[in-house]
């Protein structure tokens, strides 16, 4: 679990920090992440099951479990981006930001003016943060982050532009559909040698534009790889998928069963 750093000083200091990835809409299993030791939790509200009212209390309880707390809007929805803020998020994913006025737009719904437009009511959010108004209000620009996913070919073309997006503070890689972008549909590829070149350049750039880069990593190697390229911020370990592999495995455990036939059931 974390400690009570703020999740921004942590990824500005070069620390980097692992979130596990939620798209089950049960408060229990994001705070069994936390619990668990992530320091962050990622809720997906674009591919996953969550609303705003299930991420809220989502929020409430990686708090409660010590972690930092981030999620991924749908598409295009910045207005949820500062509802999910003022809930407590410490950080928001926006997919497909493919321009500079994506980027713009997303950016300034997240940052408190003269950088954004946020409107003020952030009280859960400083109450989770263990902050008075005052000093929710002083800190609140530099300590929530928005993080612009890349992962088009059109966010490629204009990765120079979404970069300079000053209310910006970070780029966050799609490798699934990066690849499909880099094959023009043909293959799903995240882990091949060539999305993997790709995010690199995208975080080399970032890094030269003064921004944080995350990434989605689908095992452990390709966390080791994202670090070594200077990503901070990677997700490894989604809640679907451990619940798969976990009951693939347990039933395959008693699979002698199976060969057992039948018979008749004791007592009857």
Same mark, same amino acid.
């Given at each position: 679990?974390?400690?009570?750093?703020?999740?921004?000083?942590?990824?500005?200091?070069?620390?980097?920090?692992?979130?596990?990835?939620?798209?089950?809409?049960? #408060?229990?299993?994001?705070?069994?992440?936390?619990?668990?030791?992530?320091? /962050? @939790?990622?809720?997906?509200?674009?591919?996953?099951?969550?609303?705003?009212?299930?991420?809220?209390?989502?929020?409430?309880?990686? /708090?409660?479990?010590?972690?930092?707390?981030?999620?991924?809007?749908?598409?295009?929805?910045?207005?949820?981006?500062?509802?999910?803020?003022?809930?407590?998020?410490?950080?928001?994913?926006?997919?497909?930001?493919?321009?500079?006025?994506? &980027?713009?737009?997303?950016?300034?719904?997240?940052?408190? #003016? #003269?950088?954004?437009?946020?409107?003020?009511?952030?009280?859960? &959010?400083?109450?989770?943060?263990?902050?008075?108004?005052?000093?929710?209000?002083?800190?609140?620009?530099?300590?929530?982050?928005?993080?612009?996913?890349?992962?088009?070919?059109? /966010?490629?073309?204009?990765?120079?532009?979404?970069?300079?997006?000053?209310?910006?503070?970070?780029?966050?890689?799609?490798?699934?559909? !990066?690849?499909?972008?880099?094959?023009?549909?043909?293959?799903?590829? #995240?882990?091949?040698?060539?999305?993997?070149?790709?995010?690199?350049?995208?975080?080399?750039?970032?890094?030269?534009?003064?921004?944080?880069?995350?990434?989605?990593?689908?095992?452990?190697?390709?966390?080791?790889?994202?670090?070594?390229?200077?990503?901070?911020?990677?997700?490894?370990?989604?809640?679907?998928?451990?619940?798969?592999?976990?009951?693939?495995? /347990? !039933?395959?455990? @008693?699979?002698?069963?199976?060969?057992?036939?039948?018979?008749?059931?004791?007592?009857?």
């Amino acid at each position: 679990m974390s400690d009570n750093a703020f999740l921004a000083d942590k990824l500005r200091s070069g620390k980097a920090v692992i979130t596990g990835w939620s798209q089950l809409s049960a #408060p229990m299993v994001p705070e069994l992440f936390a619990r668990s030791g992530y320091e /962050a @939790v990622t809720l997906d509200l674009q591919h996953g099951m969550y609303d705003f009212a299930s991420a809220c209390e989502a929020m409430a309880a990686i /708090a409660l479990a010590g972690a930092h707390r981030i999620a991924r809007i749908p598409v295009g929805d910045n207005a949820l981006a500062g509802r999910l803020i003022d809930m407590g998020a410490d950080c928001i994913i926006a997919p497909m930001i493919n321009s500079l006025r994506d &980027a713009e737009t997303f950016a300034r719904a997240v940052k408190y #003016p #003269p950088i954004g437009d946020r409107s003020w009511s952030p009280f859960r &959010a400083a109450m989770l943060s263990g902050q008075t108004r005052d000093q929710y209000l002083e800190n609140a620009n530099a300590q929530t982050l928005a993080f612009a996913m890349i992962e088009t070919q059109d /966010a490629i073309d204009a990765l120079d532009e979404i970069l300079s997006v000053d209310s910006l503070d970070g780029v966050f890689v799609g490798p699934s559909d !990066l690849s499909l972008a880099l094959s023009k549909g043909a293959s799903l590829d #995240p882990n091949g040698s060539h999305t993997g070149e790709v995010a690199g350049e995208i975080a080399e750039k970032a890094l030269a534009a003064g921004k944080l880069a995350g990434i989605f990593c689908l095992n452990a190697d390709k966390v080791e790889e994202a670090y070594n390229q200077g990503f901070r911020l990677m997700s490894h370990g989604v809640d679907t998928l451990f619940l798969d592999h976990s009951a693939r495995a /347990a !039933l395959k455990e @008693v699979a002698w069963l199976a060969e057992q036939g039948t018979g008749p059931a004791a007592g009857y």
